[in-house]
């Protein structure tokens, strides 16, 4: 079937802001099946509240809009741009619901407007509890037995008839937010309550456990003609009951046979067609290690991040094929855009094998609880291919960039036999390491397989791997032994440590011995076809595939590796504008980077793709083969950065800004002299390395200092320290990982903090906007909700932030971008940190400006200046309405994490609110970070001392949107004597009701709770706040934030209707 | 021990040697399937060829009761790379032992993808493996291109007559080398499945009044077996129902005036589309031939294309005007493969009047 003609304007349904369960994949579905609309010549409108996502470019869709994304918010957007379908399917489990609930509510009827690639029946069929069981019954497709609940007391019954272990799964959510494996009764009800609440529809799946089961997934497309194929199947290490997005997954399945494999296959076929799909689909299974028995776990009607690894892991670009579907096309009328030779309608053979490990935030949170379970804790992942299970495993690991880089990193020697067998079972993030080390303890496969339900396949090749970790300290050096660990792909750096040779010694024996990476391609169909797509990964002893010569100049773009905390889509976003500006250009662009979540490896955004590790062994085998004429660090975060030196050892020339000035910026005391040199005044400080003198620069200085390590991202491991005892806590902490570089100790300066970014060419320089952060100084920027233009600096301060942004930009030499952040205090301007590099604002100001910064830092580094391209130095014009960049936080998924903000940042994601003022701004950016209020109109305060006067302000204003206000005692007792009717609370100590009461009772909107000065001690208000985060209950802990949401619901109370704005026909200059 | 696969093109491989250390020539192909590797091994339509698997890690759940004969067909077997350790619950043993008993020599640690890629380019070729270090090229180059495989169904066939029991439609099964699931599919559908050896006469099976014949799937050229096509065009003139798979498929063409050529690399694997031309709609099939109908000269009145395979045009299946005969080139029994087209085997059933 051809496609439909009556498709010409289509709405794509965005996911919104990266959070756990919901993160890069959708960018990188959307952007895909966003370029495959407009390729067939449809019009796209996009609804997507996350400003650091390639999908609201200008470039990917006719239409942008980064709203808030809600039913009201798209029915205004539909009545303005008036498309004749909605696309729900590439916007995750956000998309699809808003999908489901415009086509409910019948105002898509109303407005003579389809829902395409799916229907409300098929969403409804897949994603309800009941309806789904009845369906999978329907086609005696077994599920594990269950039930659906609305309350905890029907849960309670029904488990006492199937028996506990019981899974608990609540309907609609993502990432299986609020589910987990009930043992008991006790934590049957914990969970069910909780599930219950976060539940869309309130309703969660109470079902027989069956955990230790293997987990197989496969990835299925369908045609509207009934055409079926699957795209992949993926075994995941981790048997059933780590979320899939927590698992270790190795693609295609290793451990199934052909009829284990196409018993499963089939019906997965048999689902799709009974559900009707058309486009992509997910289905979980569980099987049942010594039987044929099996279980339907789950289908997602949609792409999923699962069908992201699929994608890069065959190279079969399931979105695009799944936007051609949704326009009639049938799957063989679809070109695989991979061989240019074959169709859709096939399905891709690997010969190489793919593993996934996720990037859990364990580092970032270091007090919470590190067991997985079936709720996703994960906030990215890594994908690494090899011709052998081993090789791909080591490479994964190597690729996450934790500190890890083989099966020895994390030290698990001091437990004993028992202690081993102890952690065994507990399930979590290193377990992996757990299993090697009971191996070179000589705990048996039987036994470490009955504790973790490992396949034995899996643990035999862990052993593989502690094997050879015990050749190499034991035998001899030789080329055999050097051959056989490469294609294990163990790095030249652990041979060395094994060996107790160099590096250096290791990496010329591989020379002299011929044992070099050869690259292969990934082609879909295991060479049956010659492929014209060069997507790229290297193993050991093999034929090189990848040709290097080119007639045309060759840049090299690092990427930056797995999504996590600090480092997350915005560094993805640079990185391929990045590409496609040198690609412009007339270079030939290569891409290395190892996360199959990004735009940036998708098959055809560089010339070339390399799926590696991004260390600098890695880099060096591409480096060796393409002998590029640059490499640019700039754009793919720390990551990136940390490269620069190896490459230029490589003698690679690093394009833009010199390495050495990249130095400069970092290093205290070349720093100091440069800010000397152009007279720009800084919080005084000093550099330190142990806890005695970080206590000595402090008392000089005068508490509260910020204490920091320096050549991080995030502001990993800083905080503000009141006291020499936190001193101590914090350096204690900081020096857990070994420091290669000083700490760094500042006086701590109360201001308002302003961050800018801006293209310098050498001489000259363009800063897009001046952002101002609500928070005061002491939150992460990553954290802080950040308002453009800024509101409150006086024309003076904005001068003088020009003017040093002008004279840091020539004193570093910087050739591209630099990110610097500013206190403003007293008409006074500091400068707290320059970075010569792309930053988290980069891709939100390049929106609200109209400026396409990336594409602007690109060509300057290939030598035009700003001038020549015809683009105004100084500060641009400032835009007619206001841009609020709101962060977004998963702390509900990380249970035990510490919510409170500090300087490390802690958000996972961000969106954007865009309006005509900044209320309106404001309450956009609030909604679009899913606050919706008020509900009860009940809020709790509990506030430190210095807050207090503040708070009576902001009690007053939430007291007069008819908020009744909760607070603790000494708040209460302050508010009161101010004339707000605050009732007094009793603490969690103290008997019923008390303020958990109140919390668990579902009836409170809000908690406004800041902790005690510098890290918080106080068990009461950590328990707080966590008990209202994990109940859905919005809880700030910075008085500014409290002030910005009064104004923001103030707002809210007058206008009901929200001016929308087309980013895509901004333009200030 | 070293082994070496030498191609007639000249091409050494240096691997370890799997299975029997016994030297051995064959025309190598390669089959892309990633799982079901033991289903190709006892495919008797890999008689009198060596197979690759595109796919590195072979032997991940060992040997099951998975097979489709008795026994390994393929000349030699080559894998880059045989799991030291199977598992599956079912696993009775690992695939070394197995080709040891069998006494089939084979070839692993080799780059697989090279040698895929070779043999897409130039085609299928013939080669050689040996354990011998000091091979010469030039004494075994002329040796390899002489060499020819001939008379395969004849050793790939059954010796007797085998009958096994069912109530419903009385097939008669034509063994040219026929997988198991052929029998079983007709079977789990209630047949009495009667197999016939190759060369038994249209006469013979004739009498024995069977609803339908099933034609199986088999090695070789099709061209080489005159006989068997005069027998064919024979059973056509019956006005029996008949159903063929593979091999089967391209002597009933031939044996009505189509014809057949060897395919550049064939098609071996559980991932080819094709396409059902009456309904439009696609099946991902298993594949495993080297040789296909040729239709531009086929009279219509005899027979028209059913199947087409979507990647390359090649036809894929016939239908015969007039009569209750269709025939496929791929493989609705799977066995490996996707079991997307096993309604086929309804479909015949219908043609013989039963009510599946």
Request: hydrophobic residues 40%; glycine residues 8%; proline residues 5%.
């Amino acid at each position: 079937m051809p496609k439909n003609p009556d498709i010409k304007k289509v709405l794509v349904i965005g996911s919104g802001p990266i959070v756990i369960g919901q993160a890069a994949e959708f960018d990188y579905a959307g952007t895909q099946a966003c370029r495959s609309l407009k390729e067939e010549g449809v019009e796209v409108v996009l609804v997507n509240s996350n400003p650091a996502t390639i999908m609201t470019d200008k470039e990917i869709a006719d239409e942008v809009y980064i709203e808030p994304l809600n039913v009201k918010v798209l029915e205004q957007i539909i009545c303005k741009e008036q498309p004749d379908s909605v696309l729900p399917t590439l916007g995750g489990q956000a998309g699809l619901n808003l999908g489901m609930e415009l086509a409910e509510s019948g105002f898509l009827k109303e407005h003579n407007v389809k829902l395409i690639g799916t229907t409300s029946e098929t969403i409804f069929k897949a994603e309800d509890r009941q309806a789904f069981k009845d369906t999978m019954e329907k086609i005696g497709e077994p599920c594990a037995p269950s039930q659906v609940v609305h309350n905890v007391e029907d849960g309670i019954a029904f488990t006492n008839t199937i028996g506990y272990p019981v899974v608990l799964r609540p309907a609609y959510t993502l990432g299986g937010s609020g589910g987990g494996i009930a043992h008991n009764e006790t934590e049957l009800i914990d969970i069910l309550t909780n599930g219950l609440r976060l539940s869309r529809v309130g309703e969660v799946l109470v079902e027989r456990c069956i955990a230790g089961w293997k987990e197989i997934e496969y990835e299925v497309m369908r045609d509207s003609a009934g055409n079926c194929i699957t795209v992949c199947n993926m075994e995941n290490i981790d048997p059933v009951g780590v979320h899939t997005g927590d698992s270790i997954v190795v693609a295609p399945s290793q451990t199934l046979g052909d009829k284990e494999y196409q018993m499963l296959r089939t019906s997965a076929l048999n689902i799709i067609s009974e559900l009707n799909i058309t486009g992509g689909c997910n289905v979980q299974y569980a099987l049942h290690p010594t039987s044929f028995e099996y279980c339907v776990i789950e289908v997602n009607p949609r792409v999923s991040r699962s069908s992201a690894l699929a994608s890069k892991a065959t190279g079969y670009p399931i979105a695009k094929v799944a936007a051609k579907i949704a326009l009639g096309y049938t799957l063989d009328e679809i070109k695989n855009a991979i061989t240019g030779k074959t169709y859709a309608s096939f399905e891709p053979m690997l010969d190489y094998c793919v593993v996934k490990v996720p990037r859990l935030p364990f580092d970032k949170f270091i007090t919470a609880k590190r067991t997985l379970t079936t709720q996703m804790k994960a906030t990215g992942e890594v994908m690494s291919i090899c011709t052998n299970f081993e090789g791909a495993l080591m490479k994964a690991i190597r690729s996450l960039e934790q500190h890890v880089d083989c099966l020895r990193s994390y030290d698990f020697t001091a437990l004993s036999k028992e202690g081993l067998l102890k952690q065994l079972k507990k399930v979590d993030d290193r377990r992996v390491w757990v299993i090697a080390e009971a191996l070179r303890r000589g705990i048996s496969y039987e036994e470490i397989h009955d504790i973790t339900m490992i396949d034995y396949w899996f643990i035999d090749k862990i052993a593989i791997l502690t094997e050879m970790e015990g050749r190499l300290e034991k035998e001899e050096l030789t080329a055999e032994l050097l051959k056989e660990a490469k294609r294990l792909e163990f790095p030249d750096n652990v041979i060395a440590r094994l060996t107790g040779k160099e590096e250096a010694k290791i990496r010329d024996l591989r020379y002299a011995n011929g044992i070099t990476a050869a690259f292969k391609m990934v082609d879909t169909c295991a060479a049956e076809f010659a492929a014209k797509t060069p997507y790229y990964y290297s193993c050991f002893g093999s034929e090189n595939e990848a040709q290097g010569d080119t007639d045309r100049k060759k840049v090299l773009v690092l990427g930056s590796g797995p999504i996590r905390i600090g480092q997350g889509i915005e560094f993805d976003y640079c990185s391929v504008h990045c590409t496609w500006a040198f690609a412009k250009e007339g270079y030939e662009t290569i891409i290395v980077n190892n996360n199959p979540e990004t735009v940036s490896t998708d098959f055809d955004i560089a010339d070339k793709l390399y799926f590696e590790p991004l260390t600098p062994e890695d880099v060096e085998n591409i480096v060796r083969l393409e002998k590029p004429d640059g490499a640019v660090v700039q754009f793919g975060g720390q990551t990136a950065i940390k490269l620069t030196e190896s490459l230029m050892k490589m003698g690679v020339p690093i394009l833009g800004t010199k390495a050495e000035d990249v130095d400069a910026a970092e290093d205290r005391e070349l720093f100091d002299k440069i800010l000397e040199q152009t007279q720009i005044p800084r919080a005084a400080g000093g550099t330190v390395f142990t806890a005695g003198e970080a206590k000595e620069v402090a008392n000089q200085l005068g508490y509260p200092v910020l204490v920091r390590p320096s050549y991080v991202l995030g502001g990993q491991g800083m905080q503000i320290a009141y006291s020499d005892e936190e001193i101590e806590e914090f350096m204690e902490i900081i020096n857990r990982i070994a420091q290669d570089h000083p700490i760094l100790v500042d006086k701590y300066l109360q201001g308002k903090e302003i961050e800018v970014d801006a293209v310098c060419d050498g001489k000259d320089i363009l800063i897009p906007g001046i952002m101002e952060h609500i928070e005061r100084t002491g939150v992460h920027s990553g954290d802080s909700i950040s308002v453009y233009p800024a509101p409150t600096i006086s024309a003076q301060v904005k001068e003088k932030i020009v003017d040093y942004t002008q004279r840091l930009a020539r004193a570093l030499h910087v050739v591209g971008l630099i990110n610097i952040q500013f206190i403003a205090m007293d008409e006074e301007v500091y400068v707290i940190e320059v970075n010569p590099r792309s930053s988290r604002t980069v891709p939100y100001i390049s929106k609200v400006t109209g400026i396409p910064i990336v594409d602007l830092a690109t060509r300057v580094i290939i030598g035009d200046t700003l001038k020549d391209m015809g683009y105004p130095t100084g500060l641009a014009p400032e835009a007619e309405y206001v841009a609020i960049k709101m962060p977004v936080f998963s702390f509900e998924k990380l249970r035990g994490a510490e919510i409170s903000l500090g300087p490390e940042m802690k958000s996972t994601g961000e969106c954007l609110g865009i309006g005509k003022s900044f209320d309106e701004a404001l309450y956009k950016a609030f909604l679009g970070a899913g606050v919706q209020f008020p509900k009860y109109k009940q809020m709790i305060m509990t506030v430190k001392d210095a807050d207090k006067p503040e708070a009576v302000d902001i009690a007053k204003r939430f007291e007069a949107l008819g908020y009744k206000i909760y607070a603790t005692r000494s708040t209460a007792k302050y508010l009161q004597a101010r004339g707000v009717k605050a009732r007094r609370i009793n603490k969690i100590s103290q008997e019923s009701p008390n303020v958990m009461d109140l919390i668990l009772g579902h009836k409170i909107d809000l908690v406004i709770d800041t902790p005690t000065q510098g890290r918080d001690k106080s068990r009461d208000g950590f328990l707080i706040r966590r008990n209202a985060i994990e109940t859905g209950v919005y809880c700030i802990t910075a008085m500014d934030t409290a002030d910005a949401l009064a104004s923001s619901l103030e707002h809210a109370s007058v206008s009901e209707k929200l001016n929308l704005i087309d980013i895509a026909k901004v333009k200030n200059i | 021990m070293k082994a070496f696969l030498i191609l007639e093109d000249g091409t050494v491989f240096e691997g370890n040697s799997i299975g029997s250390a016994r030297e051995v020539i064959s025309e190598i192909v390669f089959n892309t399937s990633m799982t079901g590797y033991l289903e190709v091994l006892t495919d008797p339509s890999y008689a009198g060829q060596a197979v690759v698997m595109t796919y590195p890690l072979i032997g991940n759940y060992g040997i099951t009761p998975d097979m489709e004969s008795e026994r390994p067909w393929p000349d030699a077997y080559i894998v880059r790379e045989l799991s030291r350790m199977p598992s599956n619950f079912r696993c009775e043993g690992t695939i070394q032992d197995f080709l040891v008993k069998h006494d089939i020599p084979g070839i692993a640690g080799i780059d697989t993808r090279a040698l895929t890629k070779i043999l897409r380019e130039k085609g299928t070729m013939n080669g050689m493996i040996t354990t011998n270090e000091n091979y010469l090229l030039e004494e075994i180059l002329p040796r390899l291109r002489a060499y020819r495989t001939g008379n395969v169904v004849e050793k790939a066939t059954c010796n007797s007559v085998c009958r096994l029991p069912g109530k419903g439609k009385r097939v008669a099964l034509m063994d040219f080398g026929a997988k198991r699931n052929i029998a079983k599919s007709l079977q789990d559908r209630g047949c009495e499945v009667t197999i016939y050896p190759a060369y038994t006469c249209a006469e013979e099976i004739l009498a024995d009044k069977p609803d339908g014949i099933m034609l199986s799937n088999g090695p070789g050229d099709p061209k080489e077996c005159k006989g068997i096509i005069a027998e064919l065009k024979k059973l056509y003139e019956s006005d029996t129902p008949i159903f063929a798979i593979c091999l089967g498929h391209q002597l009933m063409a031939l044996a009505n005036g189509a014809d057949s050529h060897k395919m550049k690399y064939g098609h071996r694997g559980g991932n080819h589309p094709v396409k059902d031309l009456d309904t439009g709609r696609v099946y991902i099939s298993s594949q495993n031939h080297g040789y296909v109908v040729d239709t531009e000269h086929l009279d219509p009145a005899v027979a028209v294309p059913a199947f087409v395979n979507v990647n390359d045009g090649t036809n894929e299946g016939l239908r015969y005007t007039g009569k209750k005969i269709f025939t496929v080139q791929f493989h609705p029994e799977a066995c490996p493969g996707p079991q997307d087209s096993s309604y086929l085997f309804d479909k015949f059933i219908a043609m013989m009047g039963g009510n599946q």
